[in-house]
């Protein structure tokens, strides 16, 4: 599939759809960049596309996948048809490492199939020095806004299929120079790997824990460690969860609360605004209006190469256009005026958080900083403060290549208060990134902070 041959009309083709869906669906179009950074990368893409005969299909992905990242929305897809996110070209010959970066932002190498290259930094792949490698793979990476962290916390998660993805030319082996503490270089030659065999070395990789949980360091201090918003049990359990943890906080006179939400990627978005109920110390707003581009149906181009989901048809009664022209979508309970939860928590709160506390979590992060509701450690939140284009999706199907194009179909603007300057995650009031060791010893740095 990867090198099948498709051709310049055909191709062309398919990116005026993209074109079309983008210009026409997208509510984030515009949002945190000129329109013209994708318009103009599209138009350069074609004219590329216009001067040969045909393109394979990995290079038209490698090519079109980039110019839809100049949306800066970190919820819009563009996935190959092909199972496996996001394992999709070389899933029998990935580079057998897993790395991370650690408070040098150095890419460290932590679990290996082969144990001389574990503890050293990568400086090169197959004669392309790391930096450079790093700099094609950010350029392909979907983020919100101008955040700053989220490309480099996608690339820990994933490198070895992104390399495939974005870099990579052919099955292995890898020439890997690598680099220890007193930087001096070795070269290892590693055969590739399956994508099966690189998830299995993946495993238990991370300090963090992949559930929802509440634990008490001292007498004084808990820590409530929200690892996602889609519970698998359902949003019940969550609610569940939630006044449980509060009540026993509660019954512990607790003084600090510690809300861990690094690693957590999002989910249900009521339940971000349902948790900082449980912290609020006054009423407050969470979202402040809800943006979409088309009310009907019928506006939508290319309907029949697009799956719409089947309420699609009844959001159109819930949307209203205001005295500005935007069409606003009225319905949801994260709008309007909320009150605390009858019992809640307002003693002192730390946030922890990094890269990968997107969506609902940044939602939630950019209320609690807005509403100065504690102290903010870790890394720059993974979305945008100001808030983000998700909801349902309209997904393409491009008929030439078979690329699944997903658009957001929603722009959802955070009840916040403004900040100056580019638009960026929540940031950090003290920065917490983990050390070499950590990273080898699979020790949290959060463990550092003093208990009481």
């Known amino acids: 599939m990867s ?4 051709s310049s009309s055909a191709l062309l083709s398919d990116m005026d759809m993209a074109r079309s869906a983008v210009v026409t669906l997208h509510p984030g179009f515009g949002r945190f960049g000129p329109r013209e950074e994708f318009l103009h990368a599209l138009d350069s893409v074609r004219n590329v596309i216009r001067g040969s005969d045909s ?141 099966d065999t690189w998830q299995l070395l993946n495993q238990n990789t991370t300090y963090l824990a992949a559930h929802n949980h509440l634990s008490f360091p001292s007498d004084t201090v808990a820590r409530l460690r929200v690892a996602t918003f889609y519970p698998p049990q359902g949003d019940k359990y969550f609610r569940r969860f939630l006044d449980s943890a509060f009540t026993q906080i509660r019954s512990r006179k607790v003084q600090r609360l510690i809300i861990d939400l690094r690693g957590n990627e999002g989910g249900n978005d009521a339940l971000g605004k349902h948790l900082y109920a449980h912290i609020a110390r006054s009423d407050f707003r969470y979202y402040d209006r809800i943006e979409v581009k088309v009310k009907r149906k019928k506006d939508v181009p290319n309907r029949g190469n697009v799956y719409l989901p089947r309420f699609i048809g009844l959001a159109r009664w819930f949307i209203r256009k205001d005295a500005q022209g935007r069409l606003l979508f009225k319905k949801h309970q994260n709008l309007g005026m909320h009150r605390p939860h009858r019992q809640a928590y307002t003693g002192n709160v730390v946030f922890l958080m990094d890269g990968l506390s997107y969506s609902v979590t940044s939602e939630f992060l950019a209320v609690a900083r807005s509403e100065n509701r504690g102290i903010f450690m870790g890394e720059e939140s993974g979305g945008a403060y100001q808030g983000d284009n998700s909801g349902t999706f309209a997904i393409y199907k491009l008929p030439a290549t078979g690329l699944d194009l997903g658009i957001p179909l929603a722009g959802y603007y955070m009840a916040v208060k403004p900040e100056s300057g580019v638009s960026r995650g929540v940031m950090p009031d003290i920065v917490v990134r983990p050390s070499r060791q950590d990273l080898l010893s699979g020790r949290d740095p959060a463990d550092a902070l003093p208990a009481e």
């Open 3 to 6: 090198d099948k041959k498709i």
């Open 55 to 195: 393109t394979s299909f990995i290079s038209f992905f490698r090519m079109v996948n980039p110019v839809l990242t100049k949306i800066r929305c970190g919820h819009t897809k563009f996935f190959p048809p092909m199972k496996g996110f996001p394992f999709y070209f070389f899933t029998d010959n990935l580079i057998p490492l897993i790395v991370r970066f650690d408070n040098g932002r150095q890419l460290l190498v932590t679990h290996s199939g082969h144990p001389e290259a574990v503890g050293k930094y990568v400086k090169r792949i197959n004669g392309q020095p790391i930096d450079s490698v790093l700099n094609a793979l950010r350029s392909q990476l979907f983020v919100d806004a101008h955040v700053r962290t989220s490309a480099n916390a996608q690339i820990a998660q994933y490198f070895s299929a992104w390399y495939a993805d974005f870099v990579q030319s052919g099955n292995g082996p890898f020439e890997i120079v690598l680099a220890d503490e007193q930087g001096d270089h070795t070269t290892v030659e590693m055969n590739g790997i399956s994508a």
